[in-house]
Every structure is written in C-alpha cells, then in structure tokens.
C-alpha cells in the first residue's frame, strides 16, 4: 500500500456518461496530481491541485475537471465521455510541489463502451 | 521530436545480466524521475534525481545535466525487474509541477 488510495479501480460505463474519479494523498501530503495512461498516448499530466487550490493544467480535456477538498482528498470528474478516454487514471500526491519525490496511487482503470 | 526520449523500447535479458536503460531529454528540467510499473499497472517511483548518482539495492541511477542524459541502471537482474521502466522530468523554471514522460522501456528477464 503506498498510501495514496483510488477508488474506484475499474469503472465501466457507456459513452456520454458522467463519472467521478476519487484520491486520496498520502497522509501530510497537499499536492495532489493527476495522470492518463492511454495505450497511444502513454502517461500524460492532466492537472495539480495544491492545498485545495488549482496549482497547474496539463492536456486536460474541456470536459475533464477536478477539485481538492478541505480534507485534502481529490475527485477527478470525467462527462460526455467518448470511446477514446477508456484509460488508466492515475493520482499521485506529494509534500510539496517542489523537489520531493511522488507517491502513486494504484490507479482506476476507465472503459467506455 | 518527444521532449523525453527513452532506449531502448524493449529489453529482454537473462538472469543476472547488468541492465542499462538510457533517457534523453531535451528541456531543462529541475528533477527526473525513474518510475516502476508491472503489469498489475501499478507505479512505483524508484528515484528521484537532480545531479549525479543514486543507488538502491540493486538499482543505481545517474544523471548527466549538461548531455542531458540519464542511465538507470540494474544489476545481478532478476526475473522479477521484469516490468516498463518510464523516464519522467519536471520542467525548470517554475510553473507547472506536473512530470512530462517518456515512452518507456519493456524489460523482460528471463531465468
């Protein structure tokens, strides 16, 4: 257990349906990030959050947000979803945004059939 | 051109044969990282660089800032390091903290 918890691990849904993705950082830890992995693209950056605030945007999709809570967990909420965004989501959390190593999570793998 | 390049794609090797993966990146960068994922699809991060040389267990990283050059490194390899090995970096300069990544490298060790 790294201590970075996602839920759920597998999600299947039909296209242009809505879904929430959730993470929770290892404990002490503000920064939170999260991660696509799709066969043809390959690991790509989505976007940071820092203590509750937006710190940074990666290739995001218009229809993909997120927010961090007070308590510092993160939701990753993904609609109209299309064929093409079945991927592995993965969250990853650190102390800071600076300098410090990243913890991963376990991933939740997305299909949209 | 990929900001971050990585050789070979894929590796297979037999057990105990010493493991050289290669990275190249062509921004300044602030930090790289070697990642770790099985097949199961987990990530674990292996180290984090800056400059020079790390070392764990096995495992030995270095980083080259001036080629721009990173080498991760396996020795007395097992079929267990049998995993995708990915390169990552942090851009310089602020901003964006988020890791931009290589393609990967397939290493299979087979006993």
């Known amino acids: 257990d790294s201590g970075v918890t996602q839920t759920p691990k597998h999600l299947i849904t039909a296209t242009g349906q809505r879904v929430t993705l959730r993470c929770s950082p290892r404990?002490?830890?503000?920064?939170v990030y999260w991660y696509q992995q799709s066969l043809d693209q390959g690991l790509q950056f989505l976007i940071q959050?820092?203590?509750?605030?937006?710190?940074a945007k990666g290739n995001i999709l218009e229809r993909f947000s997120a927010q961090q809570f007070p308590d510092l967990h993160s939701e990753l909420n993904l609609s109209s979803l299309e064929l093409g965004d079945s991927a592995l989501y993965f969250c990853?959390?650190?102390?800071?945004?600076?300098?410090?190593?990243?913890?991963f999570g376990s991933g939740t793998r997305l299909t949209v059939v | 051109k990929n900001e971050v390049e990585q050789s070979p794609q894929n590796l297979t090797a037999q057990e105990g044969e010493f493991i050289t993966i290669n990275c190249s990146y062509s921004?300044?960068?602030?930090?790289l990282h070697w990642l770790q994922q099985h097949p199961g699809g987990g990530i674990v991060s292996l180290f984090m660089?800056?400059?020079g040389k790390k070392k764990h267990g096995r495992l030995i990283a270095t980083i080259n800032i001036q080629e721009k050059h990173s080498s991760l490194h396996i020795t007395a390899s097992h079929p267990r390091d049998s995993a995708v090995y990915i390169c990552?970096?942090?851009?310089?300069?602020?901003?964006?903290?988020?890791?931009?990544f290589g393609k990967g490298t397939h290493l299979i060790i087979q006993p």
């Open positions: 990853a959390s650190s102390a800071m945004g600076f300098n410090y190593g990243y913890t």
């Open positions: 404990s002490g830890d503000l920064s």
């Open positions: 959050y820092y203590n509750g605030e937006e710190r």
């Open positions: 921004v300044g960068i602030s930090a």
């Open positions: 660089l800056s400059s």
């Open positions: 990552a970096v942090r851009h310089s300069g602020g901003g964006a903290d988020g890791l931009t």
